[in-house]
C-alpha cells in the first residue's frame, strides 16, 4: 500500500494546477433561470388558472342566478298582483282608480311603478319621464302590450330592472275600447342591491384567488425544491468523482425515477472506485518492484564499480584491453546513475520526497551548480545577485544542472541561464530561463520532452543521460510548487523555464 | 421551439382565464327580454248594480263589472256616462258627470250599522256657478244603488251640496230605502 497515498496525491495537485472542473458558475446562474423557475412558473400558472376559471365560472353562476332570483321576484310580483288585482271585466272608466292600486300595492323601497292607459292609436303607452327610474322605450313599451318583457339598463352607473307588461284575457267593448281597458304597467326596480352583493363577491374572490396563487407559489418552491434537491445532490455527487473522491455516493430515497438515477450512478461510481483502485494498486506494485530492483541493483553495482577500477588500472598496459576495461567502466557508472535515477524517481512516486528547505542567494546557487560541473566558461548568467528565495538547496541544483547540462548536451553555446523575480497567478516567484542556441526542440518531442525514457535523439539507444534527468528536474519543480515548462527559444534553440515561488510552506 | 410553444399556450390559457372573467364583472345591460305571456285577468269581484234613468224617468236597475276590492264601486259608477250599449237602451244618469262619489271604503267605525258614508267631491266651478247638482232622480239614483248593496240600508252623503235655489251649503243628509226625506222616487223592482 505504500504506492496507494501518491496516486491520491496526485489528484489535489492537478486542482491546484487550476485545472478547476466547469459547472460551478453555470449551476448557481440556472438557479434562477433554470428548470426551478419554469417549474415554478408552471405549477402558479396551472393553480392560477384553475383558481381563476373556478371563480370565474361561480361568479357566473352565482351572478345569473342572483339576478334571475331578483329579475323573477320582481316579474313574479308583477305577475301575480296584476292578475289578482284586474278584472276580467273592467267597469266602465275605472282605469284611472284601478292604476293608482297598482301602483300603491306594487311600489316598494328601490321600486317605481307607473300604471299607463292603453293607447289606441298603434303606438305604445309610454309613462311620463321621471316617474320611472329609467326612460321606457318606444320598442319595449310595443312588446310589452304583447308579452311580458323585462330589460336590465344601467343608467348613472346604477343597474335597474326594467319590467313592463299589460294584462290579458279580459272583456272590452269595440265601441269604446278605451273606457274598459286596463292600463299597462311598468316597473322599475333597482338593482344596486345585486351590484354590492357582487362587488363584495368579487372582493372575496380576489382574496381567495390571490391566497390560493400564494399556496400554489410556496407548493410549487416545496415541490421543485424536492425534485431539483436530488438533482442537486447528484450533480454535486458527479463533480466529486470527477475530482477524484471516487468513493462519492449519495444516499437513495423513496423509490421514484431519481432514486433509480442515485442508485445507477451509486453503481457506476462503484464500479469506477474499484477499477481504479486495481489500476493504483498494479502500478504501485509496479512501481515498487522498480524501486526495489533498483535497491536491488545498487549494491552489486556499487561492488563492480569498485572492482571495475582496479581492472581498468590493471588493463591499461594491454592497448585491447585498455579500451575494453574503460568501455566497462564508463557503462557501470552509467548504469549506477541510471539506477540512482529510478530510486530518486521511485521516492517521488511514493511520495517519500520532502522538501529540505534553506534561504538560499539564487545567483550563488547557480553559480556554484555551474562550478561544481565544471561549467562556469560555458554557460553565462543573469540576474539579480541580491534575490534570495526559500527553497531546497539541493533539489534546485539537480533542476539547475539537469537544465544546463541538457542544454550543453543537445544544444549548442552560448548558453544563457537568465532568471528574474516574476510573478504567477498573484503568487511571488522567480523565472530561471535556461537557453542555447541549438537546433531546437523538435515540435513533437515537446509535448514529451518531460516523460520518462524520453530521449532526443530516439534512434540512438546508446545515449549517455539516463532518459530521466528533465523528469527528476520537472518533479523537484511540482514539488516546490513550481513549474518547468520547454519552449523555443525566440532566436532558435530551446529554451526551458522554471519557476519557482519565492514562499515555500514548511511542512511541503 | 418548445419552449416558445410553451410559452405561447400559457399565454393562451391566460389570455381565456382573463378574458373569462373581466368583460363579466358587475350587472350587465341586456336587451329586452321575453319573460313569459301576459298576466290573465283573474281579479274576483260581484257585478254590481246601477240604478240609471230612461226616458220615462223611471229607475232603471243595470249590471254593471265590479272592481275588486271596492265593494261600494257601484256608487262611484252613478257619475260615470253609460255605456254604448246603456245609451242605446234609453238609458242615462241624473248624477252629474262632473261630481265623483267616494264610498268610504271600510265603512267609518262611528257609522251605525247598515250606514254607508259617501264623500262628494265637486269641481270649482261647480261650486261657483252654483248649479243645482242634486236633483231628486239623482238622490234616488244614489238610494236605489246604495239599497242594491248587500248590508247598506242608509247612504249618507258628506260633502258641499246643493239643494233646490239655496245656493251652494254645506248638507249631511241621510238616504234612507223606506220614506226618507229624498227617497220621493221609488225603485223600481
Not at chain 1, 167 to 181: A, C, D, F, G, I
Not at chain 1, 211 to 229: C, I
Not at chain 1, 350 to 367: F, I, K, R
Not at chain 1, 487 to 493: R, T, V
Request: glycine share 8%; charged share 25%.
Amino acid at each position: 500500500m505504500r504506492g496507494v497515498p501518491a496516486a491520491i496525491r496526485r489528484w489535489p495537485s492537478r486542482r491546484r494546477a487550476g485545472a478547476r472542473p466547469p459547472g460551478g458558475d453555470r449551476y448557481r446562474r440556472r438557479w434562477f433561470s433554470g428548470l426551478r423557475l419554469r417549474l415554478t412558473a408552471a405549477f402558479t400558472a396551472v393553480a392560477l388558472l384553475a383558481s381563476v376559471m373556478a371563480s370565474g365560472i361561480s361568479y357566473i353562476l352565482l351572478r345569473r342566478a342572483m339576478l334571475q332570483r331578483a329579475q323573477d321576484t320582481v316579474l313574479n310580483e308583477v305577475r301575480q298582483t296584476l292578475s289578482r288585482m284586474s278584472p276580467p271585466e273592467l267597469p266602465p272608466d275605472s282605469a284611472g282608480t284601478l292604476s293608482a292600486e297598482l301602483e300603491v300595492a306594487l311600489r316598494e323601497p328601490g321600486r317605481k311603478v307607473a300604471a299607463v292607459p292603453m293607447l289606441f292609436d298603434g303606438r305604445g303607452a309610454l309613462p311620463a319621464p321621471g316617474t320611472l327610474d329609467v326612460r321606457v322605450s318606444r320598442a319595449f313599451a310595443m312588446q310589452a302590450r304583447r308579452q311580458m318583457v323585462f330589460q336590465r339598463i344601467t343608467r348613472g352607473g346604477k343597474p335597474f330592472l326594467l319590467v313592463g307588461t299589460h294584462v290579458t284575457q279580459y272583456v272590452t267593448t269595440t265601441e269604446e275600447p278605451e273606457r274598459t281597458t286596463p292600463p299597462m304597467v311598468f316597473v322599475s326596480a333597482s338593482l344596486s342591491q345585486e351590484a354590492a352583493d357582487l362587488r363584495s363577491f368579487t372582493g372575496a374572490i380576489v382574496i381567495a384567488d390571490s391566497l390560493a396563487l400564494a399556496a400554489a407559489l410556496a407548493l410549487a418552491l416545496l415541490a421543485t425544491r424536492g425534485v431539483l434537491r436530488p438533482v442537486r445532490r447528484l450533480g454535486a455527487a458527479a463533480r466529486a468523482l470527477g475530482d477524484g473522491e471516487l468513493n462519492t455516493r449519495v444516499t437513495v430515497r423513496g423509490r421514484d425515477e431519481l432514486a433509480d438515477l442515485a442508485r445507477t450512478f451509486n453503481g457506476t461510481a462503484e464500479a469506477l472506485e474499484r477499477t481504479v483502485n486495481e489500476l493504483r494498486a498494479m502500478e504501485a506494485a509496479s512501481r515498487r518492484f522498480v524501486a526495489d530492483v533498483s535497491h536491488e541493483l545498487r549494491t552489486p553495482l556499487t561492488s563492480m564499480i569498485a572492482v571495475t577500477d582496479v581492472l581498468a588500472e590493471e588493463a591499461a598496459a594491454s592497448e585491447a584491453g585498455g579500451t575494453a576495461a574503460r568501455l566497462v567502466v564508463a557503462e557501470t557508472r552509467r548504469l549506477t546513475l541510471l539506477v540512482e535515477h529510478l530510486i530518486e524517481i521511485s521516492r517521488f512516486d511514493a511520495g517519500a520526497a520532502a522538501l529540505v528547505l534553506d534561504d538560499v542567494v539564487v545567483a550563488a546557487a547557480v553559480e556554484a551548480t555551474l562550478l561544481a560541473r565544471g561549467w562556469s566558461d560555458a554557460v553565462t548568467v543573469d540576474g539579480p545577485r541580491d534575490l534570495v528565495v526559500r527553497l531546497d538547496p539541493r533539489r534546485f541544483d539537480v533542476i539547475v544542472a539537469n537544465l544546463v547540462g541538457n542544454a550543453l548536451k543537445h544544444g549548442r553555446p552560448p548558453v544563457r541561464a537568465v532568471f528574474a523575480p516574476t510573478a504567477r497567478e498573484d503568487a511571488p516567484g522567480f523565472a530561471l530561463t535556461v537557453t542555447d542556441r541549438g537546433p531546437g526542440m523538435p515540435a513533437d518531442l515537446r509535448a514529451v520532452v518531460f516523460d520518462r525514457f524520453v530521449k532526443a535523439e530516439a534512434a540512438r539507444t546508446r545515449s549517455e543521460g539516463s532518459g530521466l534527468g528533465l523528469s527528476i528536474a520537472k518533479e523537484n519543480a511540482v514539488l516546490h510548487g513550481g513549474a518547468l515548462e520547454a519552449g523555443d527559444a525566440p532566436g532558435g534553440g530551446a529554451e526551458f523555464t522554471l519557476w519557482l515561488p519565492i514562499e515555500q510552506e514548511e511542512s511541503g | 421551439m418548445t419552449a416558445r410553444w410553451a410559452r405561447t399556450a400559457l399565454a393562451i390559457a391566460g389570455a381565456i382565464a382573463v378574458g373569462s372573467v373581466v368583460p363579466g364583472c358587475g350587472v350587465r345591460p341586456t336587451g329586452i327580454v321575453a319573460a313569459g305571456a301576459l298576466p290573465a285577468a283573474d281579479g274576483r269581484a260581484e257585478a254590481v248594480t246601477v240604478y240609471l234613468v230612461d226616458r220615462d224617468g223611471r229607475l232603471v236597475p243595470v249590471l254593471r263589472p265590479g272592481l275588486p276590492g271596492h265593494p261600494y264601486s257601484a256608487l262611484a259608477q252613478l257619475s260615470v256616462p253609460p255605456t254604448m250599449e246603456e245609451r242605446r237602451r234609453g238609458l242615462t244618469t241624473k248624477v252629474r258627470p262632473t261630481l265623483r262619489l267616494e264610498p268610504q271604503e271600510p265603512p267609518k267605525a262611528d257609522d251605525s250599522p247598515g250606514v254607508l258614508t259617501v264623500q262628494v267631491h265637486l269641481t270649482r266651478r261647480d261650486v261657483e256657478l252654483g248649479r243645482v247638482l242634486w236633483s231628486s232622480v239623482a238622490k234616488a239614483q244614489v238610494a236605489c244603488t246604495a239599497a242594491a248593496i248587500p248590508g247598506v240600508r242608509r247612504v249618507r252623503l258628506a260633502g258641499l251640496l246643493s239643494g233646490p235655489g239655496t245656493g251652494v251649503v254645506l248638507v249631511t243628509g241621510v238616504l234612507t230605502l223606506d220614506g226618507g226625506r229624498w227617497a220621493d222616487l221609488k225603485c223600481e223592482r
